[in-house]
């Protein structure tokens, strides 16, 4: 019974450990993609981002995690997310309008006035399907270095302490005399 439930405990440390270790990665690379101004980094075709401005408020409020998934084609009244026309990052808003030329015009709730500038479609992240209250500063501290480091140390502990992934040290054969 013991063998069994020891190997139920490694497995989970193992799953857990990769886990961390593909959330370590995959912040190093969203890191390195926000430094480099490319677009977010999409895992099967959906991407979160953290709401940094009141502008979508009672909706969409300031430390929100929210999901994006890209779509084929976006309507009025979707809530999209968007590259800044300048160049000041990402844009969470609602698509008000779309032009006879394919344009779209958006807003935030909060704000009184529809944005100056239209957006072309190709600067379209995704649109909001999922919003997770308040669980933006978690998605943050992951994101900072001292995220990454603790969550570094987690998977090394993981694999290496004894009794979870780790291996015991065999104790040597005691020898009667």
Known sequence: MKKKLRLIIQIIAALLAVLLAGVVAFNVYSAICREK?????KLFGGAAAIVTSGS?????????LIILRQQDAYQVGDVIVFRSPTGTGLVTHRLIEITDEGFFRTKGDFNNTA???????????GKVVKVFPGLGRFQEFLHSPLGM?????????????PGFGGKKKKSEPSEEI
Request: charged share 15%.
């Open 37 to 41: 101004g490319k677009p977010l980094p």
């Open 56 to 64: 979508m408020s009672p909706e969409l409020e300031v430390n929100d």
């Open 149 to 161: 480091l603790i969550t570094g140390v987690i998977v090394i502990a993981i694999v290496f302490l």
């Open 115 to 125: 944005d100056p500038v239209l957006l072309l479609p190709s600067s379209v992240e």
